[in-house]
């Protein structure tokens, strides 16, 4: 028996379920990228908020890459459960806030384009780093945004406009350093390319706050809708298992209306910087370090490499004297407190977290992980051990000679390494004129530690 709209009430009753009527809510929020994240984060905290009497903010998926959660949650009536892990304990719950979801389609007469422009007020992003589409310099390359969200959005903007329709709020929820300003700026290209007319409506009417997002979630396998199914009495294909904790900070910034979401868990700040900062260089910070590092040591899962006896001290030292000392906290904000909280989390095997889920687009994830680390420790005169051992595993995995790389500049990171050696792939990449030298420019002793543990 299938999950759907039909079965929901078949649901046994420790399954938790929402308290309102699907099917008078309207579509408020139009999603670019609805994978395991977004379901388990910016659905779920729509869904408790409109189970809290908030009204009309369902959501129409769109999903970019394939049509992979369109053929899971289209047959459920856009429906799924979420599946809170802790030690041996697990906390389900059907949510209801995706109304429907749309596999891409770059016509003009999108139907994700028609549900923004008929009455969504707010459009929100998780396409991962790559998914904005930077060009090794920041700037938008706009061959490849030409595949992403960038056309929905501006053919959206231009109908709008015509129709005289208010402005729309783009809340980035990446892990991007000022996602909103990085948004903004992005979309601001794309436009002066491609639809001129609408960049001074968008500049005037839209607004892009930035966020902070924090859950962990893990990849579903076939084993957990196996057990689930066998646990609640019915399959869910597009069933997401994550952890108890979770965050949302968002920049109190928007154009129109918005989900009442800080009465149910977000909080609305005048600034995200410190907490997206803390969120980026402490936890995915160490979570890549556990990746690659991992990976190397023979570990599969996170919370097998946060046990091992010389990762666990390079990590707590990463987080607390390389990373949480780069950056002024907000007031309240307590760094070592959520550096504890961070090891347990990373501690729970319940998550069967898998480091190489971690690992996948590393060149997009470095320079806001480490390589701002790096700098300002640099300036400061102090130097960053932990990060460059991270470092040197991440140049060892990007070789491809012991597994698959996924990265989308796999090829070039490889190439590099077949002309530059292991004598130069450091500087190739790091050095004054390196790939990522923009970011930080290695001194001598920082290439130099890199290097020793290429050997």
């Not at 969120?279 to 990976?295: D, E, Q, T, V, W």
């Not at 500049?409 to 004054?432: N, T, Y």
């Amino acid at each position: 028996m299938r999950l759907t709209p039909e079965t929901l009430y078949q649901l046994p009753a420790d399954v938790a379920c929402f308290g309102y009527d699907r099917e008078e809510q309207s579509i408020g929020i139009v999603h670019f990228g609805i994978g395991a994240f977004h379901r388990a984060h910016q659905a779920w905290y729509t869904d408790l908020a409109m189970s809290n009497g908030e009204r009309h903010w369902m959501i129409a998926g769109v999903s970019l890459r394939s049509d992979t959660v369109a053929a899971q949650l289209e047959p459920q009536g856009g429906l799924y459960t979420l599946t809170e892990r802790s030690g041996g304990t697990a906390q389900t719950r059907a949510i209801g806030s995706v109304r429907q979801v749309f596999a891409v389609d770059r016509s003009p007469h999108a139907p994700s384009i028609s549900a923004m422009t008929l009455g969504a007020q707010l459009v929100t992003i998780t396409v991962t780093e790559k998914g904005y589409c930077r060009a090794p310099d920041g700037s938008l390359d706009l061959e490849a945004a030409d595949a992403s969200f960038y056309p929905h959005l501006a053919a959206g903007m231009e109908e709008r406009m015509l129709n005289g329709t208010a402005g729309l709020t783009l809340l980035s929820c990446d892990n991007l350093p000022g996602n909103g300003e990085v948004l903004r700026r992005l979309m601001g290209e794309y436009l002066t390319a491609r639809a001129p007319a609408a960049l001074d409506w968008f500049l005037a009417e839209c607004a892009c706050p930035s966020s902070m997002v924090d859950r962990i979630v893990p990849a579903t396998t076939a084993a957990d809708l196996d057990n689930l199914e066998d646990r609640i009495g019915m399959r869910d294909e597009g069933a997401v298992f994550t952890e108890r904790f979770s965050q949302w900070v968002i920049e109190d910034k928007f154009a129109g209306e918005r989900p009442g979401w800080e009465k149910v868990g977000a909080q609305l700040v005048e600034d995200v910087a410190p907490y997206e900062t803390a969120k980026l260089r402490m936890l995915n910070g160490a979570h890549s370090a556990l990746a690659y590092c991992g990976l190397a040591r023979g570990h599969s899962y996170v919370h097998q490499a946060i046990a091992d006896p010389h990762l666990r001290p390079l990590v707590d030292r990463l987080m607390r004297e390389e990373a949480a000392t780069s950056f002024t906290p907000a007031e309240g904000q307590d760094l070592m407190a959520y550096a504890d909280r961070l090891i347990e989390r990373f501690a729970d095997p319940a998550l069967n977290h898998r480091l190489i889920q971690i690992a996948m687009d590393g060149s997009q994830k470095i320079p806001q992980r480490w390589l701002e680390t790096l700098a300002f420790q640099q300036r400061r005169g102090r130097r960053c051990p932990a990060i460059l051992e991270a470092l040197a595993a991440w140049l060892l995995h990007i070789r491809g000679d012991v597994r698959e790389v996924d990265d989308p500049m796999a090829r070039k990171l490889a190439d590099l390494w077949l002309s530059e050696g292991r004598d130069g792939i450091a500087p190739a990449l790091f050095g004054w004129q390196g790939l990522f030298g923009q970011y930080w420019t290695a001194d001598a002793l920082a290439l130099g530690a890199i290097g020793a543990k290429l050997a």
